[in-house]
């Protein structure tokens, strides 16, 4: 296997170091080693010679397959990033590094003293004090990416390189090993740091003995590591940024759980931070995403989502930490649009926002995918991939436009064709799964697919029923809305949601029971708002009306303009729904109701 040299950010090294390095690629350890003797004292002596840490990724052949100048966490490997392997097993990798000793010592004093010791004299030597413990950024690289072990090899400067005569090299100082945990232990800790060693102490530790002990620890104890094929795992993280309460994001989490369920996730864990504003890097700080890391890996989490919309930065330096697929709200609630979208036209305004969400977040590997022409004006870099990506996407985008465009019209004849009949118009609208599908069905006799999910129905609908006095109407139903809904999306339906905008009445839908009701109100009307359809004569349906207190009921219908108390689930006050439709509209289009069935 061909092992990779990684310089890192080491400025100045010499040709003769680098050729050092090199040679640390073919070293081999036996299988059962965690670590040889000769291969800690050329760590250390190289790393002392460099002045830089040196960290060595070795796989369970004993095999050394990278070589990188710098600390664990900064070890660039694709096996390492990302790795998610079956329930109760470790990467397949360990790591072995130096840590420089930066404590000045005399090359002539008591050291040298004992540079006389043989090897059995070396074997007991004590480990030095806490100054040598494992750093917590490579304790998270050791749990973020599932490593079997983590091995530092302690740099001391004062040792001797010398090793004629039987003489045993010092430069190599105390070994710490260090292994995760099937679970936390009593600190909460995911790992365990054993006591230092000498590394022929080290060097006697059985390797595949440990590894077969703790992936045995792992499938017996830690029995929620296990990711079933083809599920994904979502882990939450919101913010608490001025201008929102906790008891908010909460409630936004939450709701991000549901969509997270309806899209087809198991939901693992959650986290909030409390800062200012989100971090331009990381949209949480950058120790608070190495925390939500370990959160993950320890949960077996194989997605993350985020509560807001992520810049195309803020993603990819995420993805680096965390090493799995991370998405924002926007992109779960495209997915799921994209799941639910039935007809042509929904698919089509779906894959239009699909393109306008992905459009600014294509990202470019530079020159060498550039596209090279010949003759003059074409010389040079060309036309990079990224650039022709960009290009195709805008050229759909107006196509798909164009698509769009061609389904406004066909509504817009069907309109006209409803106002020549003289057919009232009422549009059901509301948050996602208020109920609106239920009271169509319920209302007009219908069969329209119903689910106690969001966004259940995203195709609309339209019925006929009639009144009380027996005259005709419609009745819509419309995409539900949501908190934070993407602008993107407005955008792309703008053409179905202009039912909203055209009909004569609005019945808001409103699920009684949910603990943040007004809240769904407000998020209801923020998008009317933008649709100009706010001042519209509007009726609320206060849904789920069974399953509410008549005291909240009462206050309720004082929060809300012309309230009708209703269940549709178990057909109760539908009654009162169409008297109270017939009613608005015998007040808003007078004329229509000289049109009798």
């Known amino acids: ?152 090899v302690g740099v001391n400067p004062a040792g001797t390189f010398s090793r004629s005569k039987g003489e045993q090299s010092k430069i190599a100082d105390v070994v710490h090993i260090a292994h995760l945990l099937p679970g936390r232990d009593a600190e909460g800790k995911l790992w365990k740091v054993m006591p230092g060693s000498t590394a022929r102490r080290a060097q006697d530790e059985d390797f595949e003995e440990l590894i077969s002990a703790l992936e045995q620890e792992f499938r017996t104890q830690a029995p929620g590591l296990a990711v079933a094929e083809g599920e994904e795992r979502a882990y939450l993280i ?36 409390t800062r200012q504003q989100p971090d331009p890097k990381y949209f949480f700080g950058s120790g608070k995403m190495q925390e939500v890391a370990l959160h993950m890996q320890e949960l077996g989490s194989t997605l993350l989502v985020v509560d807001q919309e992520l810049t195309p930065s803020q993603k990819r330096n995420i993805e680096e930490v965390v090493g799995v697929k991370v998405i924002d709200r926007t992109e ?141 109407i419609l009745i819509s139903d419309t995409v539900g809305f949501i908190k934070k809904l993407p602008t993107s999306l407005v955008t792309a339906f703008r053409a179905t949601l202009e039912e909203v905008s055209v009909a004569d009445v609005l019945v808001h839908v409103v699920d009684a029971s949910h603990p943040n009701v007004l809240e769904h109100i407000s998020a209801v009307h923020d998008v009317l708002s933008d649709l100009g359809a706010v001042d519209k004569p509007m009726i609320t349906v206060l849904n789920k009306a069974d399953i509410v207190r008549k005291e909240d009921l009462a206050w309720l219908i004082a929060q809300v303009p012309n309230p009708v108390i209703a269940s549709a689930k178990i057909r109760f006050g539908l009654g009162s729904i169409l008297s109270k439709i017939q009613e608005v509209i015998s007040e808003v289009c007078p004329e229509r109701q000289k049109y009798s069935a």
């Not at 420089?100 to 074997?123: C, I, V, Y």
Request: net charge positive; hydrophobic share 30%.
């Open 1 to 152: 296997m061909h092992g990779k040299l990684d310089l890192g950010k080491a400025k100045g090294l010499k040709q003769s170091e680098i050729k050092k390095l090199n040679r640390l690629l073919q070293q081999r350890i036996p299988k059962d080693k965690i670590i040889t003797i000769e291969l800690a004292d050329s760590v250390a002596e190289l790393s002392h010679e460099t002045g830089y840490p040196l960290s060595l990724v070795v796989n369970r052949r004993g095999q050394v397959v990278n070589v990188t100048v710098g600390q664990p966490f900064e070890v660039n490997m694709p096996e390492l990033r990302g790795v998610r392997v079956g329930p109760g097993r470790l990467c397949g990798h360990r790591i072995i590094h130096t840590r420089l000793d930066d404590r000045k010592q005399s090359a002539e004093g008591k050291n040298n003293d004992k540079g006389d010791h043989n090897e059995k004299k070396g074997d007991q030597q004590k480990p030095s004090d806490g100054s040598e413990s494992v750093s917590k950024e490579n304790l998270q690289c050791l749990a973020r990416n599932r490593l079997d072990l983590l091995a530092q």
């Open 332 to 472: 779960l609630i495209l997915d799921i649009f994209a799941q639910r979208a039935q007809t042509k036209e929904g698919k089509l305004q779906v894959e239009l926002a699909q393109m306008k969400y992905l459009l600014p977040r294509l990202i470019g590997k530079g020159d060498n995918l550039s596209r090279l022409g010949g003759g003059i004006g074409t010389r040079g870099p060309g036309e990079t991939k990224l650039e022709i990506d960009r290009r195709r996407i805008r050229e759909k985008i107006t196509l798909l436009e164009a698509d769009a465009e061609r389904i406004g019209t066909y509504r817009d004849v069907q309109r006209k064709r409803r106002i020549n009949e003289h057919l009232p118009v009422v549009a059901l609208t509301g948050y996602t799964n208020s109920g609106k599908s239920t009271l169509l069905n319920a209302l007009t006799k219908s069969d329209v697919f119903t689910q106690d999910k969001l966004f259940a129905t995203l195709d609309p609908t339209t019925r006929r029923t009639t009144l009380p006095d027996h005259s005709p």
């Open 238 to 273: 919101g913010l608490v940024s001025d201008g929102t309460d906790a008891w908010q994001v909460e409630d936004d989490l939450d709701e991000l759980a549901r969509l997270a369920r309806t899209a087809g996730a198991t939901v693992s864990g959650r986290l909030m931070q």
